[in-house]
């Protein structure tokens, strides 16, 4: 008995079975991602970001104030902060402590925006960026069969409960910590000094 009838022979039928499985996942992989595979990675999670985006942003459009529960309590602070004179009994804290982003990006950009103008501008920057991060977080632990598959999941997670609670800084901190996450995988294979620096700036931001 020659080397390879002997192969055939040991070979167990749940072995045959499973390499034809394989042989027709990898025929419907390919023809699914035929459409994009002339994009390159960063391309791709552009354009997933891009259409995670517009359906997560396109509401804010419609209304003249952002429905958020605690958005007007977090306009109040600033209009405080701003006016210490007028509210004698608040004694303000400053804004290098925890939860404090939102208030701060208020406070200095209303000079410039307005008060709702400045929300307005945080919500859209942590939905796009949060529409961003999702593809590319999925991509960076698996493949991109996968991300594309996940894509209609991931629109309920960009306009999420902390968003419609008003809540934009642990909504801002839900992206970021993606991105941390995926530098500190990078950290494995090589250390470079820029993504040193990108570790510190996210675990900055978040500890605000």
Not at 22 to 32: A, L, N, V
Not at 48 to 65: D, Y
Request: proline share 6%.
């Amino acid at each position: 008995m020659s080397a390879v009838t002997k192969e055939r022979v040991d070979e167990s039928p749940a072995q045959s079975e499973g390499g034809d499985e394989r042989d027709r996942f990898s025929g419907s992989e390919s023809i699914f991602l035929r459409p994009f595979s002339r994009l390159s990675d960063r391309t791709l999670v552009f354009v997933c970001g891009a259409i995670l985006f517009v359906l997560a942003v396109w509401s804010q459009a419609l209304v003249k104030f952002p429905p958020y529960q605690d958005l007007p309590d977090h306009l109040a602070t600033v209009v405080v902060l701003q006016n210490p004179s007028l509210y004698p009994d608040f004694i303000p804290t400053g804004f290098v402590h925890t939860n404090s982003l939102l208030a701060a990006t208020i406070f200095f950009g209303s000079k410039v925006f307005g008060l709702l103008g400045t929300a307005r501008i945080f919500i859209v920057l942590t939905l796009a960026v949060t529409s961003w991060m999702l593809p590319a977080c999925v991509l960076s632990f698996s493949d991109r069969r996968r991300m594309l598959i996940s894509l209609p999941f991931m629109a309920p997670m960009i306009h999420n409960w902390w968003v419609a609670m008003g809540m934009l800084n642990f909504a801002l901190g839900f992206p970021l910590s993606l991105a941390l996450l995926m530098l500190q995988r990078k950290q494995l294979r090589e250390f470079p000094m820029r993504r040193d620096v990108g570790v510190a700036i996210c675990s900055t931001i978040l500890l605000l």
